[in-house]
């Protein structure tokens, strides 16, 4: 059974850091890029970063570049989201995300990937 979990999220004020963890399990974690995204109330689920099943390519959106980090370790079959500098509008649920290799349709889309965890919430206040 494939899970993934997400931990770390909560209140910060604006400017502050948190560090999301995606404990995944149930797959091949070194066979898998991993995603993040995030979804605000009456928003699209959008894409935040990721790093490629190699770790050796991290992609991020561009509101967020420069202030977040994504990192994996292979040993403990986790994957991080760094966040610095957060402003109110980083408030959503953050969702981590597993796909095979490299997804053919690109990073950016949710739809390249198969397997989520069921999210964990950021607020970020002013």
């Known amino acids: 059974q494939v899970q993934l979990v997400e931990s770390g999220g909560g209140l910060v004020q604006a400017g502050g850091s948190l560090r999301l963890s995606c404990a995944v399990s149930?797959?091949?974690?070194?066979?898998?890029?991993m995603g993040w995204f995030r979804q605000a109330p009456g928003m699209e689920r959008e894409f935040v970063g990721a790093i490629s099943w190699t770790g050796d390519n991290t992609y991020y959106t561009d509101s967020v570049q420069g202030r977040f980090t994504i990192s994996r370790d292979d040993a403990q079959n986790t994957a991080s989201l760094e966040m610095d500098s957060l402003k109110p509008e980083d408030t959503a649920v953050y969702y981590c995300a597993a796909t095979l290799g490299v997804p053919i349709g690109g990073y950016y889309s949710p739809n390249e990937y198969d397997a989520w965890g069921q999210g964990t919430q950021v607020t970020v206040s002013s």
């Open positions: 149930g797959l091949h974690f070194g066979s898998h890029a």
